[in-house]
Structure formats: C-alpha cells, structure tokens
C-alpha cells in the first residue's frame, strides 16, 4: 500500500503541534551544540601538528595530507549515502516545503552531522549553519513521519524544524524566525499556528543550546550609535555589497557547474586538492580557511592595515568558491559573514582616513556590512538586519543597517541578481530532471511513509 492509499490522519491540535514544534526545537538545538563541540574540538588539530613537528615544510605537508584525507572521506560519505547532504541543504528544505523534494531523515541526518564534522574541521570555507539547519529539519521530518503528519502539518513543522537548525547555529532565534518568514516567504504557510510552531521551535533551541553547553559563535562587538551625516557612506557601503553580493552568487554557480563538468568522471579531485590546500593554509595562514566564525572579533579588533584585510577578501572569497562545490556538507552564511566583515573595515578605514568620525566607526561599518551581503545574496534585507544586530549586538546601529542592506538589495536586484537558494534548488532540479512541479495531490495524505527516490 502507498502513502497516497493510506487514509488520511485528523489534523492534529494545536497544543499537540506546539509540543511538538517545542520538542522538535530542543532535539535541534541539543543535536546543534553536540556538533558545535566535537566541530570546535576537532579544529584546533593545526596546533597540535606544529606542537609535533613546528612550522617546517614537514609539518605543512603533513598538514595538507590530514585535511584532503579528511576531505575525501567526508566527500565518499557524502556522495554514496546522502547526496542531497552536500552543501547547505537549505535549498533542500524550501524544495520539501514546496512539495518538490524529501527530506530522507534516515540518511541526512547522520550523514550531515558526521560528514560535516569531517569538512569542517578541516578548514574548509564553510559554515555550520547549513547543516544545522538540514539536520533541525531532519529532526522535523522524523516527528512528523512517525505521526503521519498531513502535508500542511509537515512543511509548518519543517520551517520550525529549519528555524531551530539556524538559532542553533548562531543562537540568534529572532533572525532564525525572521529568517523563516522572508526567506521562504514563497514556501511558508502564513498560518497562526506555523508561525507559532516557528517562534517556539526556535526559542526551545536556543534554550537547549545553552543548558547542554553549547558553543554558538561570540560574535559580539563593540560599536557605537553613527552620526546621521555617514549615512550616504553605508549608502555606498550597500552599493559595493550589492555588485559583491551578486559576483558571489554567480561565482558560485558557476564553479558548481565547472566543478561537476570537469571533475566528473573523477568526482573526488575537488575534496582531495581543496583538503590539502587548506590543510596547508591552515598553518601557514589560518586566517584564510575556515567557516570564519571565530576570525570575526580579531578582524575588527587586530588593527589590520588595509593591504592585508584586501589579501584577505580576495583569499577568502577564493576560499568560499573552491569549498562550496566539494561535495560536502558546509554552509555560506559564515564564510560570507567574515568576507562582509574584512569588506566593511576596508571602507570603515578610508571613511576614517578621509572623515572625522566618531571611535569605532570601522567596526560599524564592518556589522553593517554583515547585514548588507546577506540581504544581497539571499535577499532578505530584513533578515540582514536582524541578524547583523543579534550577531554582534549592534543594536543602536540599525539605522545604518537598514541603509546598507536595503541598497545592497536593491543593487543587486538592478543587477538582475536573485536569491542564492532559489538558484541553487532550481540547479537541483534541472540535475534530477525535473522541469516542474510534481502533481500535490490531496493535501490532507499523511507525509513520510514512502520513503522511495522521486524522479
């Protein structure tokens, strides 16, 4: 019997749904901080290398074998159990909402937790947004496969679930809510009781984050309210991100399709020359790899001079380009937060070179440029500001905020630029050969019970 001849489940209560959209939080945000420890523990592993064998050639190579060893397995792990694990996933989660794709929890989930370990603690150019938020909606999935959800209740309990994945990442629940809410504004059911779901599955995340010691990144930085005349220099600060923002989209489209072109009778080349590339860097220039998360508070506070945060941009957006079509599980939020950053105190310091400024105002523009290449490669402005603010608790600068990412969203529209994820789910599929929306069906069958691949 297939899922479509199975009757169809009563809607469930909605103090049942919040429950379980609680429930569905706290397995999130304890999954979360479980990933965020062994990912924190694993990447010191450059130390103890050089604690070993030094700084010398030896301990380099040594370092770049670790990583692409690392790399590779994570890719293998990927690519015969979970294919769909590699990358973000998000693209992967609005496809479900939408009815286009499935979440297969029974492989996701593990595939996503123990690859993305491997690949991240390598030094890879990725976040651990990406699989954190796959993994809540996992989460998600599994809860309502085992309640046989109908398919509304399912795609409420997936944006709780992803909501959940992104305050565990970052412990930000409002942008994680907020997130939801503009993000997959075309997929999200604007129904009292999923927006609620969203809301509490994000709390309780954040919540079992902290309780089971969970390690979200400290991003917070020192800033001060900005005179109104700077305003037109955030204005400029989102014109630059606008053009930044859609140069990073169609980079890494591009290098998705080269990648797979190229490397496709020997798929595992990527992991193997990414791995030992930024296993090398990793002890040469740490600066350059990872997902940036913990670099943020040393960039704007290390007094960096200006031709080195330029090396860095140019290293680190090379970085984010090459790591992304691996095949591996690994997010863009990060490596885009941190790139933003080094943008932002590069103008910071010319406005501070030509201007006079009050103190801290290159670390304004670094948070508001934060908020600005978000709104512009996933064009959600509103998010970009949110999300910048509880990052960093830059609060008294959202004005500047919504300057800088409004016009980095409008820049980029001009430029004929779209949502990053929008683009990737439509990559995904013309590869599985689908051109259109697959037949929904009645809305009230239960969801889950064929877990079978769809063509």
Same mark, same amino acid.
């Given at each position: ?61 040594? &370092?770049?074998? %670790? =990583? *692409? +060893?690392?790399?590779?397995? $994570?890719?293998? #792990?990927?690519?015969?159990? !979970? @294919? ?112 609620? &779901?969203?809301? %509490? =599955? *994000? +709390?309780?995340?954040?919540? $079992?984050?902290? #309780?089971?010691?969970?390690? !979200? @990144? ?123 950053? $080094?943008?932002? #105190? ?110």
């Amino acid at each position: 019997m297939t899922a479509g001849d199975r009757p169809a489940r009563a809607p469930i209560s909605d103090g049942l749904f919040y429950i379980l959209a609680a429930l569905c939080g706290a397995l999130t945000g304890v999954v979360g901080a479980a990933f965020h420890l062994v990912v924190d523990t694993l990447t010191v592993w450059p130390s103890w290398v050089v604690a070993r064998f030094g700084h010398g050639i030896g301990a380099v190579l040594l &370092a770049a074998a %670790i =990583a *692409s +060893v690392a790399l590779v397995l $994570a890719f293998v #792990l990927t690519r015969r159990i !979970a @294919p769909e694990a590699a990358g973000s996933g998000v693209q992967e989660i609005e496809g479900a909402m939408e009815g286009l794709r499935k979440v297969r929890w029974r492989r996701v989930l593990p595939v996503k937790f123990v690859a993305g370990v491997l690949s991240l603690s390598t030094g890879l150019v990725a976040g651990r947004e990406g699989p954190t938020i796959h993994m809540g909606a996992s989460i998600a999935e599994a809860i309502a496969e085992r309640l046989k959800f109908q398919t509304t209740e399912l795609r409420g309990l997936l944006a709780a679930g992803a909501a959940a994945g992104l305050a565990a990442a970052f412990n930000a629940p409002l942008a994680a809510i907020l997130f939801i809410i503009e993000e997959t504004r075309k997929q999200f059911a604007y129904t009292f009781r999923a927006y609620t &779901a969203v809301i %509490i =599955a *994000s +709390v309780s995340s954040a919540i $079992a984050m902290e #309780l089971v010691g969970g390690t !979200a @990144p400290q991003l917070k930085l020192d800033s001060a309210e900005m005179p109104l005349s700077l305003l037109p220099a955030f204005l400029g600060l989102g014109v630059l991100l606008g053009g930044v923002g859609w140069l990073f989209n169609r980079t890494i489209l591009f290098m998705l399709d080269w990648t797979a072109k190229t490397f496709g009778k020997a798929p595992f080349v990527p992991a193997m020359v990414v791995g030992a590339a930024v296993g090398a860097l990793a002890l040469i220039l740490p600066q350059a790899v990872g997902g940036g998360e913990l670099l943020i508070p040393g960039l704007v506070t290390g007094n960096l001079p200006l031709a080195t945060l330029a090396v860095l941009v140019v290293l680190r957006f090379i970085g984010a380009m090459v790591s992304y079509p691996v095949g591996v599980p690994g997010g863009i939020f990060s490596p885009m937060l941190t790139l933003a950053t $080094a943008l932002g #105190l590069i103008v910071g310091l010319l406005v501070e070179a030509m201007l006079p400024v009050p103190p801290l105002t290159s670390a304004a523009f670094a948070i508001a440029a934060m908020g600005g290449l978000f709104a512009a490669t996933i064009r959600a402005p509103l998010v970009g500001v949110v999300l910048a603010a509880e990052l960093t608790g830059g609060y008294a600068l959202i004005l500047p905020l919504i300057v800088t990412c409004m016009t980095s969203n409008a820049v980029a529209q001009a430029l004929g630029g779209r949502p990053i994820y929008e683009l990737l789910l439509e990559r995904t599929l013309r590869l599985s050969g689908q051109t259109a929306p697959p037949s929904r069906g009645d809305v009230s069958a239960p969801i889950g019970a064929d877990d079978s691949p769809r063509s």
